[in-house]
């Protein structure tokens, strides 16, 4: 996952690792060698148009609104179509309100319409006070939250344990295609323990011996800090 930085030099740009503490009290139950946090890369404001979400001070939301607003005032100026020109004076009254695109309703449609126009506020935008940057690992965890991302966990055999990222409502066919195209082409079943029922239980074997552990097909939706174990046809 890509988070653009807008205004923000104190927070470095490059790969960070999300430190998470569900997956550290997992790791003490299972003691794997290797421990794997979420891994983001944070982009500079000229490749947030790259990035899955924009993270911005609260006194520079009003920038990435402008921009927009510049952009969307331009096209109107120049298109002939009048249905575009609908879309765009909708637009238009959305960012003069000094409100989000990303957050304003829009229809599949009209989605569809302005996924090739650039626009920084089509994208989760998460608005940061200056305090926050003192804990870069909590300040990014929310950024992942609010733009709808989760994380699903793996322990193989006490080698690593891992979190993996995906959006809200992936299904376990898609988290297996995540790890490796064989799993998902394989897929048999995913093994399931939430972690509240792992750590209660105090790891695998335990949550085994409550009944805690299901089986799920492919239509299962992970749901965050799910203990997920694959299995499938190699």
Not at 43 to 64: K, P
Not at 100 to 114: D, H, R, T, V, Y
């Given at each position: 996952m890509k988070i653009g930085i807008f205004s923000i030099p104190d927070l470095p740009l490059g790969k960070h690792n999300i430190k998470d503490q569900r997956l550290d009290e997992v790791d003490n139950l299972v003691k794997a060698k290797k421990k794997t946090y979420v891994q983001v890369e944070l982009?500079?404001?000229?490749?947030?148009?790259?990035?899955?979400?924009?993270?911005?001070?609260?006194?520079?939301?009003?920038?990435?609104i402008l921009k927009d607003l510049e952009f969307v005032e331009t096209r109107l100026s120049?298109?002939?179509?009048?249905?575009?020109?609908?879309l765009l004076n909708k637009l238009k009254l959305i960012l003069e309100k000094e409100e989000?695109?990303?957050?304003?309703?829009?229809?599949?449609?009209?989605?569809?319409?302005?996924a090739g126009f650039g626009l920084l506020t089509n994208k989760p935008i998460i608005v940061a006070e200056k305090q926050e940057l003192n804990d870069p690992d909590n300040l990014l965890a929310r950024v992942l939250k609010e733009s709808g991302f989760i994380s699903f966990f793996t322990t193989t055999g006490g080698k690593e344990t891992r979190a993996w990222l995906i959006k809200q409502s992936t299904t376990a066919w898609e988290a297996a295609g995540l790890i490796h195209s064989d799993i998902q082409r394989g897929f048999i079943r995913a093994e399931i323990i939430s972690f509240s029922d792992f750590i209660q239980a105090g790891g695998e074997v335990g949550a085994k011996q409550q009944g805690k552990?299901?089986?799920?097909?492919?239509?299962?939706?992970?749901?965050?800090?799910?203990?997920?174990?694959?299995?499938?046809?190699?």
């Open positions: 982009v500079g404001q000229d490749a947030a148009l790259e990035a899955d979400a924009i993270l911005v001070l609260s006194d520079s939301r009003i920038d990435l120049r298109t002939e179509e009048e249905k575009e020109k609908m989000l695109i990303f957050n304003a309703g829009l229809s599949p449609e009209e989605k569809q319409a302005i552990l299901h089986l799920e097909q492919k239509d299962y939706v992970i749901q965050d800090a799910d203990l997920v174990n694959f299995r499938f046809n190699k």
